[in-house]
Protein backbone atom coordinates (compact mmCIF):
# COMPACT_ATOMS: atom_id res chain seq x y z
CA UNK A 1 0.00 0.00 0.00
CA UNK A 2 1.60 3.29 -1.31
CA UNK A 3 2.47 5.99 1.40
CA UNK A 4 3.57 8.38 -1.35
CA UNK A 5 0.83 11.26 -2.58
CA UNK A 6 0.68 11.41 -6.23
CA UNK A 7 -1.58 13.55 -7.79
CA UNK A 8 -1.42 11.60 -11.11
CA UNK A 9 -1.32 8.02 -12.19
CA UNK A 10 2.79 7.09 -12.64
CA UNK A 11 3.81 7.63 -15.93
CA UNK A 12 0.77 10.08 -17.10
CA UNK A 13 2.06 13.26 -15.28
CA UNK A 14 1.65 16.02 -18.35
CA UNK A 15 4.86 17.58 -18.95
CA UNK A 16 5.24 21.18 -17.40
CA UNK A 17 2.71 20.90 -14.95
CA UNK A 18 4.32 19.11 -11.77
CA UNK A 19 4.93 22.25 -10.04
CA UNK A 20 1.11 23.36 -10.41
CA UNK A 21 0.26 19.83 -9.67
CA UNK A 22 2.44 20.38 -6.59
CA UNK A 23 0.43 23.58 -5.33
CA UNK A 24 -2.56 22.28 -6.10
CA UNK A 25 -2.25 19.32 -4.28
CA UNK A 26 -2.99 20.68 -0.57
CA UNK A 27 -6.67 21.94 -2.26
CA UNK A 28 -7.61 18.48 -3.64
CA UNK A 29 -10.70 16.50 -2.59
CA UNK A 30 -8.69 13.46 -2.02
CA UNK A 31 -6.86 15.26 0.88
CA UNK A 32 -9.99 16.94 2.45
CA UNK A 33 -11.36 13.08 2.60
CA UNK A 34 -8.47 11.88 4.66
CA UNK A 35 -8.35 14.55 6.67
CA UNK A 36 -12.21 14.28 7.40
CA UNK A 37 -11.36 10.91 7.98
CA UNK A 38 -8.87 11.46 10.69
CA UNK A 39 -10.91 13.67 12.20
CA UNK A 40 -14.25 11.70 12.39
CA UNK A 41 -11.83 8.76 13.61
CA UNK A 42 -11.40 10.15 17.40
CA UNK A 43 -15.33 10.09 18.37
CA UNK A 44 -15.80 6.60 16.41
CA UNK A 45 -12.57 5.23 18.23
CA UNK A 46 -14.30 6.37 21.88
CA UNK A 47 -17.54 4.99 20.80
CA UNK A 48 -16.56 1.89 19.55
CA UNK A 49 -13.75 1.67 22.60
CA UNK A 50 -16.06 2.02 25.18
CA UNK A 51 -18.70 -0.34 23.78
CA UNK A 52 -16.02 -2.81 23.71
CA UNK A 53 -14.51 -2.36 27.15
CA UNK A 54 -18.20 -2.10 28.82
CA UNK A 55 -19.62 -5.45 27.17
CA UNK A 56 -16.56 -7.33 27.57
CA UNK A 57 -16.26 -6.50 31.09
CA UNK A 58 -20.06 -6.85 32.00
CA UNK A 59 -20.07 -10.10 30.34
CA UNK A 60 -16.90 -11.40 32.00
CA UNK A 61 -18.42 -10.29 35.15
CA UNK A 62 -21.61 -12.45 34.53
CA UNK A 63 -19.69 -15.71 33.50
CA UNK A 64 -20.91 -16.94 37.16
CA UNK A 65 -24.49 -16.71 36.04
CA UNK A 66 -25.84 -17.97 33.06
CA UNK A 67 -25.87 -14.51 31.40
CA UNK A 68 -22.71 -13.85 30.75
CA UNK A 69 -22.24 -15.41 27.60
CA UNK A 70 -25.11 -13.44 26.13
CA UNK A 71 -23.45 -10.49 27.21
CA UNK A 72 -20.69 -11.08 25.45
CA UNK A 73 -21.95 -12.37 22.03
CA UNK A 74 -24.26 -9.24 22.21
CA UNK A 75 -20.46 -7.57 22.51
CA UNK A 76 -19.31 -9.44 19.52
CA UNK A 77 -22.25 -8.48 17.42
CA UNK A 78 -21.87 -4.78 18.27
CA UNK A 79 -18.47 -4.90 17.31
CA UNK A 80 -19.27 -6.64 13.89
CA UNK A 81 -22.25 -3.54 13.19
CA UNK A 82 -19.36 -1.14 13.86
CA UNK A 83 -17.18 -2.96 12.14
CA UNK A 84 -19.75 -2.01 8.86
CA UNK A 85 -19.61 1.06 9.94
CA UNK A 86 -16.13 1.52 9.78
CA UNK A 87 -16.00 -0.09 6.28
CA UNK A 88 -18.50 1.96 5.10
CA UNK A 89 -16.49 5.26 6.48
CA UNK A 90 -13.13 3.99 4.92
CA UNK A 91 -14.99 3.03 1.49
CA UNK A 92 -16.62 6.56 1.31
CA UNK A 93 -13.96 8.82 2.63
CA UNK A 94 -10.34 6.88 1.63
CA UNK A 95 -12.07 4.57 -1.35
CA UNK A 96 -10.86 1.95 0.15
CA UNK A 97 -13.14 -1.71 -1.10
CA UNK A 98 -13.00 -4.15 1.23
CA UNK A 99 -15.04 -7.25 1.37
CA UNK A 100 -17.45 -8.12 4.01
CA UNK A 101 -16.49 -10.88 6.24
CA UNK A 102 -17.43 -14.40 6.70
CA UNK A 103 -21.09 -14.19 8.06
CA UNK A 104 -22.07 -15.86 11.12
CA UNK A 105 -23.84 -19.32 11.06
CA UNK A 106 -25.09 -20.84 13.63
CA UNK A 107 -25.62 -24.62 14.32
CA UNK A 108 -28.65 -26.30 12.75
CA UNK A 109 -30.41 -27.39 16.13
CA UNK A 110 -33.90 -28.41 17.16
CA UNK A 111 -36.78 -29.53 14.57
CA UNK A 112 -37.02 -29.03 11.24
CA UNK A 113 -33.08 -27.59 11.59
CA UNK A 114 -33.84 -24.45 12.28
CA UNK A 115 -30.97 -22.29 13.77
CA UNK A 116 -31.17 -20.80 17.28
CA UNK A 117 -30.29 -18.00 19.29
CA UNK A 118 -27.73 -20.49 21.38
CA UNK A 119 -26.13 -21.82 18.42
CA UNK A 120 -25.93 -17.94 16.82
CA UNK A 121 -24.37 -16.93 20.20
CA UNK A 122 -21.91 -20.12 20.19
CA UNK A 123 -20.77 -19.34 16.26
CA UNK A 124 -19.93 -15.48 17.32
CA UNK A 125 -17.73 -16.79 20.48
CA UNK A 126 -16.38 -19.18 18.11
CA UNK A 127 -16.15 -16.68 15.16
CA UNK A 128 -11.64 -15.50 14.66
CA UNK A 129 -13.73 -12.55 12.49
CA UNK A 130 -15.40 -11.12 15.84
CA UNK A 131 -12.41 -11.16 18.06
CA UNK A 132 -10.19 -9.76 14.80
CA UNK A 133 -13.04 -6.73 15.26
CA UNK A 134 -12.85 -6.49 18.77
CA UNK A 135 -9.02 -6.21 18.59
CA UNK A 136 -9.16 -3.35 15.86
CA UNK A 137 -11.64 -1.25 18.51
CA UNK A 138 -9.32 -1.49 21.53
CA UNK A 139 -5.95 -0.76 19.92
CA UNK A 140 -7.88 1.81 17.02
CA UNK A 141 -8.35 4.37 19.92
CA UNK A 142 -5.08 5.04 20.63
CA UNK A 143 -3.67 5.44 16.83
CA UNK A 144 -6.96 7.64 16.47
CA UNK A 145 -6.17 10.23 18.95
CA UNK A 146 -2.29 10.26 17.72
CA UNK A 147 -3.57 10.80 14.15
CA UNK A 148 -6.38 13.58 15.05
CA UNK A 149 -3.76 15.76 16.91
CA UNK A 150 -1.64 15.43 14.40
CA UNK A 151 -3.60 16.35 11.46
CA UNK A 152 -5.32 18.72 13.36
CA UNK A 153 -2.16 20.85 14.33
CA UNK A 154 -0.42 20.17 10.99
CA UNK A 155 -3.36 21.85 9.31
CA UNK A 156 -4.06 24.62 11.72
CA UNK A 157 -0.25 25.26 11.81
CA UNK A 158 0.33 25.08 7.91
CA UNK A 159 -2.83 27.65 7.36
CA UNK A 160 -2.41 29.50 10.44
CA UNK A 161 1.49 30.56 9.34
CA UNK A 162 0.52 30.74 5.74
CA UNK A 163 -2.12 33.42 6.26
CA UNK A 164 -0.20 35.16 8.75
CA UNK A 165 -0.20 38.34 6.39
CA UNK A 166 -3.77 38.57 6.61
CA UNK A 167 -4.66 38.30 10.12
CA UNK A 168 -1.08 40.05 11.72
CA UNK A 169 -3.17 43.20 12.09
CA UNK A 170 -4.99 41.67 15.15
CA UNK A 171 -2.23 41.87 17.44
CA UNK A 172 -1.34 45.32 17.53
CA UNK A 173 -4.65 46.57 17.30
CA UNK A 174 -6.74 44.38 20.12
CA UNK A 175 -3.79 42.66 21.79
CA UNK A 176 -1.87 45.45 22.21
CA UNK A 177 1.16 43.37 20.87
CA UNK A 178 3.29 43.64 17.69
CA UNK A 179 2.86 40.72 15.87
CA UNK A 180 2.40 36.56 16.99
CA UNK A 181 4.84 35.87 20.43
CA UNK A 182 7.10 33.06 20.07
CA UNK A 183 9.01 32.98 23.10
CA UNK A 184 8.61 35.19 26.14
CA UNK A 185 9.92 34.20 29.94
CA UNK A 186 9.23 36.29 33.18
CA UNK A 187 12.11 38.93 32.44
CA UNK A 188 10.43 40.43 29.75
CA UNK A 189 11.98 39.10 27.07
CA UNK A 190 9.89 38.30 24.26
CA UNK A 191 10.38 37.33 20.38
CA UNK A 192 7.37 38.05 17.69
CA UNK A 193 7.18 37.90 14.29
CA UNK A 194 6.09 41.77 13.13
CA UNK A 195 9.09 42.35 10.61
CA UNK A 196 8.15 42.54 7.33
CA UNK A 197 11.12 39.58 7.14
CA UNK A 198 9.60 37.67 9.62
CA UNK A 199 6.55 37.58 8.35
CA UNK A 200 7.66 36.56 4.87
CA UNK A 201 9.72 33.32 6.63
CA UNK A 202 6.61 32.77 8.61
CA UNK A 203 4.22 33.02 5.28
CA UNK A 204 6.93 30.64 3.45
CA UNK A 205 6.81 28.37 6.27
CA UNK A 206 3.05 27.49 6.30
CA UNK A 207 3.44 27.34 2.82
CA UNK A 208 6.18 24.91 2.97
CA UNK A 209 3.80 22.86 5.70
CA UNK A 210 0.59 22.79 3.45
CA UNK A 211 2.62 21.32 0.59
CA UNK A 212 3.68 18.53 2.87
CA UNK A 213 -0.10 18.43 3.49
CA UNK A 214 -1.27 15.38 1.13
CA UNK A 215 1.60 12.95 1.93
CA UNK A 216 1.13 13.52 5.76
CA UNK A 217 -2.72 12.85 5.64
CA UNK A 218 -2.05 10.28 2.68
CA UNK A 219 0.71 8.76 5.37
CA UNK A 220 -1.63 8.65 8.41
CA UNK A 221 -4.48 6.96 6.63
CA UNK A 222 -1.97 4.55 5.41
CA UNK A 223 -2.24 2.91 9.04
CA UNK A 224 -5.88 3.07 9.35
CA UNK A 225 -6.00 1.20 5.78
CA UNK A 226 -3.84 -1.34 7.05
CA UNK A 227 -5.85 -2.11 9.93
CA UNK A 228 -9.60 -1.78 8.09
CA UNK A 229 -8.49 -3.74 5.72
CA UNK A 230 -6.66 -6.85 8.04
CA UNK A 231 -8.71 -6.17 10.74
CA UNK A 232 -12.31 -5.59 9.27
CA UNK A 233 -12.46 -7.73 6.08
CA UNK A 234 -12.33 -11.18 5.57
CA UNK A 235 -10.17 -13.68 6.77
CA UNK A 236 -7.26 -15.00 4.02
CA UNK A 237 -9.15 -18.66 4.58
CA UNK A 238 -12.64 -17.45 3.88
CA UNK A 239 -10.77 -14.67 0.93
CA UNK A 240 -9.15 -18.27 -0.73
CA UNK A 241 -12.50 -20.30 -0.22
CA UNK A 242 -14.00 -17.59 -2.12
CA UNK A 243 -11.46 -17.55 -5.09
CA UNK A 244 -11.47 -21.24 -5.22
CA UNK A 245 -15.32 -20.60 -5.43
CA UNK A 246 -15.73 -18.09 -8.62
CA UNK A 247 -12.44 -20.31 -10.83
CA UNK A 248 -14.55 -23.04 -10.20
CA UNK A 249 -17.69 -21.50 -11.78
CA UNK A 250 -15.04 -20.57 -14.49
CA UNK A 251 -14.10 -23.50 -15.23
CA UNK A 252 -17.62 -25.44 -15.09
CA UNK A 253 -19.03 -22.13 -17.19
CA UNK A 254 -16.16 -22.52 -19.73
CA UNK A 255 -16.81 -26.93 -19.58
CA UNK A 256 -20.61 -26.44 -20.48
CA UNK A 257 -20.11 -23.53 -23.30
CA UNK A 258 -17.33 -26.29 -24.85
CA UNK A 259 -19.99 -28.88 -24.51
CA UNK A 260 -22.98 -26.83 -25.91
CA UNK A 261 -20.31 -25.90 -28.80
CA UNK A 262 -19.74 -29.57 -28.98
CA UNK A 263 -22.80 -30.66 -29.28
CA UNK A 264 -23.98 -27.64 -31.82
CA UNK A 265 -21.04 -28.80 -34.40
CA UNK A 266 -22.28 -32.24 -33.98
CA UNK A 267 -25.94 -31.52 -34.92
CA UNK A 268 -25.07 -29.71 -37.72
CA UNK A 269 -22.17 -31.98 -38.89
CA UNK A 270 -24.80 -34.95 -38.70
CA UNK A 271 -28.35 -33.10 -39.49
CA UNK A 272 -26.07 -32.22 -43.40
CA UNK A 273 -25.41 -35.31 -43.85
CA UNK A 274 -29.07 -36.86 -43.09
CA UNK A 275 -30.12 -34.28 -45.42
CA UNK A 276 -27.69 -35.23 -48.31
CA UNK A 277 -28.69 -38.77 -47.99
CA UNK A 278 -32.69 -38.62 -47.94
CA UNK A 279 -31.57 -36.54 -51.43
CA UNK A 280 -29.83 -39.05 -52.47
CA UNK A 281 -32.11 -41.95 -51.74
CA UNK A 282 -34.61 -39.93 -53.21
CA UNK A 283 -32.62 -39.40 -56.80
CA UNK A 284 -31.70 -43.59 -56.33
CA UNK A 285 -36.33 -43.88 -55.87
CA UNK A 286 -36.53 -42.14 -58.85
CA UNK A 287 -34.04 -44.47 -60.68
CA UNK A 288 -34.53 -47.23 -59.56
CA UNK A 289 -37.39 -48.31 -62.69
CA UNK A 290 -35.33 -46.86 -65.16
CA UNK A 291 -31.76 -47.10 -64.21
CA UNK A 292 -31.12 -50.02 -61.46
CA UNK A 293 -27.67 -50.06 -61.66
CA UNK A 294 -27.23 -46.38 -61.15
CA UNK A 295 -29.79 -46.59 -58.38
CA UNK A 296 -27.65 -49.35 -56.83
CA UNK A 297 -24.62 -47.08 -57.14
CA UNK A 298 -27.17 -44.49 -55.06
CA UNK A 299 -27.63 -46.50 -52.44
CA UNK A 300 -24.14 -47.66 -51.64
CA UNK A 301 -23.30 -43.96 -52.08
CA UNK A 302 -26.19 -43.39 -48.85
CA UNK A 303 -24.73 -46.76 -46.84
CA UNK A 304 -21.43 -44.97 -46.75
CA UNK A 305 -23.03 -41.85 -45.76
CA UNK A 306 -24.93 -43.30 -42.89
CA UNK A 307 -21.63 -44.78 -41.75
CA UNK A 308 -19.88 -41.75 -41.81
CA UNK A 309 -22.80 -40.04 -40.05
CA UNK A 310 -22.55 -43.04 -37.44
CA UNK A 311 -18.93 -42.41 -36.87
CA UNK A 312 -18.90 -38.70 -36.45
CA UNK A 313 -21.70 -39.61 -33.91
CA UNK A 314 -19.73 -41.96 -32.29
CA UNK A 315 -16.35 -39.43 -32.28
Do not use: N
Not at 77 to 103: I, K, Q, S, Y
Not at 235 to 258: F, I, N, P, Q
Request: glycine content about 8%.
Amino acid sequence: MATAYRPYEPGTEPRGHLVPAALKAPFQARVWREFLYLVISLPMAVLTFVYTITMLALGAGLLITFLGIPVLGAALAGCRALGVVERARARALLRLEVAEPEPVLGRKGGRGGKRGPVAWVGALLRSGTSWRHVIYALIHLPWALFSFTFAIVFTSYGWGFATYPLWRWVFPRYMDEPGLQIFGDDHGRAFYLDTPFEVAATCAAGVLVLLLTPWVMRALTSVDRIMVAGLLGPSRLASRVWELESDRGTVVDTAAADLRRIERDLHDGAQARLVALAMDLGLAKEKLEEDPEAAAKMVDEAHGEVKLALQELRD
